[in-house]
């Protein structure tokens, strides 16, 4: 069974949410951890998800945004700390542009002690993609996607579950035209939606290059796709924003809408 493992939804922002990232686990249980968050609060996410960072082979980082990279240097350092135990079996694999690179590897070098260092370039690879090209992770042929992002360079992906569904990673920001085809009649996007429609004025969304929950259902309708994971949201309507977001996105979209909590699971 293939899952999404929910483990923060918030933008950079947020104080009580975390910021968002997830993990895919495909149906042999295994597991591709996108972004990382803002910092050390990626152990307690995955703690709480029950999800074992020895288990962790893989991870795609979508943008050097601190919100989404800043947690990459703690993941190392616990990784790196079991297999200097000899605890972490193989090796970790980072998927990354070639800006997130030279930022990861500056951290490594400039903030971690020699002996830290070690296994870099050994059992711990940053692997550098480009648009459109194909990798195999895991069980997936992952085709990376340059979202030709309006603040900074920023990748996400598109891919074929295991179970035959089409699957697209929007990044945090707009799906924007370019990659309109590659999305179209998706079974699931994961696109982000910084606000309500009625927040526009108060949150700004289009000046912070984000789109709102009307928006992001509206395109989702015109590509004809089947699941709408809306994450990346403001904080602020609390425990109604599952069920406010939902109300607007479901007014502009036939399709199913996730609207997920931190630490919620979808089942793909």
């Not at 980072?94 to 997130?100: L, R, T």
């Not at 059992?123 to 194909?134: M, P, T």
């Not at 340059?146 to 920023?154: A, E, F, H």
């Not at 904080?235 to 919620?264: M, S």
């Amino acid at each position: 069974m293939e899952k999404i493992i929910v483990l923060g939804t918030g933008t950079a922002s947020v104080v009580e949410n975390f910021n968002t990232c997830f993990v895919l686990e495909d149906s042999k249980g295994e597991y591709l951890l996108v972004d990382t968050g803002g910092g050390n609060g990626i152990l307690k996410q995955l703690g709480r998800a029950n999800v074992d960072i020895k288990k962790i082979h893989n991870i795609f980082i979508s943008h050097k945004h601190i919100d989404h990279l800043f947690g990459m240097l703690w993941i190392y350092r616990f990784v790196d700390l079991a297999m200097r135990k000899g605890t972490y079996e193989g090796t970790l694999n980072i998927y990354c542009h070639d800006e997130v690179a030279g930022i990861i590897r500056d951290q490594i070098h400039t903030l971690l002690r020699k002996e830290q260092q070690i296994y870099i370039d050994k059992r711990i690879f940053i692997n550098i993609v480009n648009d459109h090209e194909k990798v195999k992770v895991l069980d997936y042929e992952l085709e990376f996607l340059d979202i030709i992002s309006k603040s900074d360079k920023q990748y996400g992906f598109k891919t074929i579950l295991n179970n035959g569904k089409s699957l697209v990673f929007a990044g945090d920001e707009p799906l924007y035209e370019n990659l309109y085809e590659d999305a179209r009649n998706s079974d699931y996007l994961l696109h982000e939606s910084f606000c309500l429609e009625t927040e526009s004025e108060k949150y700004k969304p289009r000046e912070k290059n984000h789109d709102t929950v009307k928006s992001a259902s509206i395109k989702a309708k015109s590509l004809n796709i089947k699941n709408l994971v809306l994450w990346h949201t403001q904080e602020n309507l609390g425990e109604k924003r599952k069920e406010v977001y939902t109300k607007e996105a479901k007014e502009n979209f036939d399709g199913n809408v996730y609207v997920p909590n931190d630490l919620e699971e979808i089942i793909l």
